[in-house]
T-cell receptor, first 114, second 111 residues
Framework: EAGVTQSPTHLIKTRGQQATLRCSPISGHTSVYWYQQALGLGLQFLLWYDEGEERNRGNFPPRFSGRQFPNYSSELNVNALELEDSALYLC?????????????FGPGTRLTVL | GENVEQHPSTLSVQEGDSAVIKCTYSDSASNYFPWYKQELGKRPQLIIDIRSNVGEKKDQRIAVTLNKTAKHFSLHITETQPEDSAVYFCAASKGDDKIIFGKGTRLHILP
């Protein structure tokens, strides 16, 4: 069974640009979660999608947005990039919706904002 | 909303000794408490979880205890080995809600 995949592996942008990160969940998983992991810090919850709908979002500004496609893959968009957006962005998927099911993480996208 | 505090932020133990990481949560409705391990440069992976109807769960050298009254739960690793060196995250969740992670504990196993 293929795990969660993310692309690209690395992304370098300049301040003010827009970044698009992609995630493909494990086959059969309908929930996708996005987390930001800044260097040396923990996992900050960003967004949660299930069955194509945004179910919850963390304490991030509106320039962080995303969507989930009919095949359950997901996209995270970050507009008007700021230096402090530099981080590892992790995507996770789960078979059952909600936070009480095991989340399987992807390898992450390392975003660097110059 | 839910808040999860994790201590210590860094822990060094001699190989073969035990390690204990503690977490507290704020929302008494939380009923699911997973622990994730993240090795350097790798993705977080679930190592053990416990639900609120259970007080303790064990899997080989790893155990988790839950005290619902005090709203805290702990990870215990016995007979630590070099491969246990990693960052460990506790988390809490309730039903149809997002998981909130602690800030992580960096565990060093000393030879």
């Amino acid at each position: 069974e293929a795990g969660v995949t993310q692309s690209p592996t690395h992304l370098i942008k300049t301040r003010g640009q827009q970044a698009t990160l992609r995630c493909s969940p494990i086959s059969g998983h309908t929930s996708v979660y996005w987390y930001q992991q800044a260097l040396g810090l923990g996992l900050q919850f960003l967004l949660w999608y299930d069955e194509g709908e945004e179910r919850n979002r963390g304490n991030f500004p509106p320039r962080f947005s995303g969507r989930q496609f009919p095949n359950y893959s997901s996209e995270l968009n970050v507009n008007a990039l700021e230096l402090e957006d530099s981080a590892l962005y992790l995507c996770a998927s789960s078979q059952e919706t909600g936070g009480t099911d095991t989340q399987y993480f992807g390898p992450g996208t390392r975003l660097t904002v110059l | 909303g839910e808040n999860v505090e994790q201590h210590p932020s860094t822990l060094s133990v001699q190989e073969g000794d035990s390690a204990v990481i503690k977490c507290t949560y704020s929302d008494s409705a939380s009923n699911y408490f997973p622990w994730y391990k993240q090795e350097l440069g790798k993705r977080p992976q679930l190592i053990i979880d416990i639900r609120s109807n259970v007080g303790e769960k064990k899997d080989q050298r790893i155990a988790v205890t839950l005290n619902k009254t005090a709203k805290h739960f702990s990870l215990h690793i016995t007979e630590t080995q070099p491969e246990d060196s990693a960052v460990y995250f506790c988390a809490a969740s309730k039903g149809d809600d997002k998981i909130i992670f602690g800030k992580g504990t960096r565990l060093h196993i000393l030879p």
